[in-house]
């Protein structure tokens, strides 16, 4: 499993799901408990635990990463172009629209819950 701080789970449950098109793999929302997956995989594969940032150090570790403009996650899609786009329509703020550097393209967008989120092409 691997965690991502955000501010609100249930909120970032919805939006990985709902607009991300993750999967959920747990839902305790009694113990605001919320981890997705990747679609395509079965239930033991990687994890993505929605971690709440009520802990100080979980706070300001999200903020401080966000603060300076660096993704907390990077997620390899085949055409991130085509998710841009996707993504564009269904409301999802970008930094910029898709570039292209000497390890292939990115785009970056804020996931409404303390995060930037980085989409990476080879």
Do not use: W
Request: hydrophobic share 40%; charged share 20%; net charge negative.
């Amino acid at each position: 499993m691997c965690s991502i701080h955000v501010k609100d789970p249930a909120t970032a449950h919805t939006f990985y799901t709902e607009t991300l098109g993750f999967e959920t793999l747990m839902a305790m929302p009694e113990h605001n408990l919320f981890i997705v997956k990747d679609p395509g995989a079965d239930d033991s594969s990687v994890g993505l635990l929605l971690e709440p940032s009520d802990n100080p150090i979980g706070a300001d570790y999200m903020n401080a990463v966000h603060d300076a403009g660096m993704p907390a996650i990077v997620f390899g899609v085949p055409d991130v172009q085509a998710e841009y786009q996707r993504l564009v329509a269904a409301g999802v703020t970008f930094k910029g629209e898709p570039s292209e550097n000497p390890y292939g393209i990115t785009a970056v967008f804020e996931d409404g819950c303390g995060n930037l989120v980085q989409l990476h092409q080879d």
